[in-house]
């Protein structure tokens, strides 16, 4: 979708936001899949209602967009402009053991961050791709820890009431690979309350899940992480894997052979061609565990 308004266009340098024309969203998302849109920068926190408002006003529909790493975007070109923060600085500042994070920070840097000031509790992390903002929607989680685990508060953007807000950690509800942010929530930042351990401690940890990754993710192919949410007590993994569906493909679209709940753009693969292969996937369990699988990947369609 292209912008064309005046008043949009004029209004864009003054509300701190940048036009990017035609942005493939292959190039914005971990699988490398995605159409082509209108691409808004912004810059300043403040700005976002007013932006938002302007874009309601002149009958602009438009997604917000962070790290790409959980998502699949189809293919074409977009019926939606898209959205996405531009990093703050600073990324971090530090308060005893609160630590207070832009919400497009890398999660990476984040935890590398915290744990060189001794601050733990997040080494699971260090391996999930994306930002803060994203991490925080989904409650990104891996071996036992959980992001929301440790939110004291966020400040987001209420699209539904037009306004940023404060938000304390026990008014949001944090379940697996889920939370209470409405769609068109917009994370801005988030306060972190850590527990102090030492440094070569929480090294440690963190190599410890670096090599359980390495050793069974397809690290250096194209995914969006895990594409179906584990069932109660079950793993969608196992399952797949079971089905002998490693390596199955639709077009360029593949199951991992490391890992049978990664599915990878081993090419070129296209938006149809992943959806296929998840629809694919998901008729087989259901037929032979009679387990319907939830889709962990966020898509977003026409």
């Known amino acids: 979708m292209r912008i064309e308004e005046a008043k949009i266009l004029a209004a864009l340098p003054e509300l701190g936001t940048e036009l990017r024309r035609e942005v493939s969203l292959a190039e914005l998302t971990s699988l490398g899949i995605g159409g082509t849109t209108d691409l808004l920068r912004i810059l300043r926190h403040e700005a976002i209602p007013s932006l938002l408002k302007l874009l309601d006003q002149q009958g602009v529909p438009h997604k917000f967009l962070g790290g790409g790493s959980n998502l699949l975007v189809v293919d074409g070109e977009l019926p939606f402009v898209v959205l996405q923060l531009v990093k703050g600085e600073p990324e971090i500042s530090l308060d ?3 630590a207070t994070v832009d919400a497009a920070a890398d999660l990476g840097r984040t935890v590398t961050f915290c744990a060189k000031n001794n601050l733990g509790g997040m080494e699971g992390l260090i391996g999930v791709p994306g930002t803060v903002g994203g991490a ?3 409650n990104a989680g891996a071996y036992g820890i959980q992001i929301g685990s440790y939110v004291r508060e966020v400040k987001v953007y209420r699209a539904a009431e037009r306004k940023i807000e404060i938000l304390r950690g026990e008014q949001i509800s944090f ?3 889920h939370t209470s942010f409405a769609p068109d929530d917009m994370m801005l930042a988030v306060k972190l309350e850590l527990p102090s351990k030492p ?3 929480i090294l440690q940890g963190i190599r410890i899940c670096n090599e359980k990754r390495r050793s069974s993710q397809p690290l250096g192919q194209k995914s969006a992480g895990c594409i179906f949410k584990n069932p109660p007590g079950g793993s969608a993994g196992r399952m797949i894997d079971e089905l002998g569906l490693k390596g199955f ?3 360029d679209a593949r199951v991992s052979e ?4 990664f599915f990878v753009n081993a090419g070129q693969a296209s938006a149809a061609d992943m959806l296929a292969l998840i629809a694919d996937v998901r008729e087989r369990v259901q037929r032979a565990y009679g ?3 939830e889709n962990e990947v966020v898509v977003w369609n026409a």
């Open 96 to 98: 005893g053991n609160v």
């Open 136 to 138: 925080l929607r989904m």
């Open 175 to 177: 379940e697996y690979r």
């Open 199 to 201: 440094y070569p401690e």
């Open 249 to 251: 493909s639709h077009g």
């Open 258 to 261: 490391r890992h049978a709940n």
């Open 291 to 293: 387990i319907t699988l």
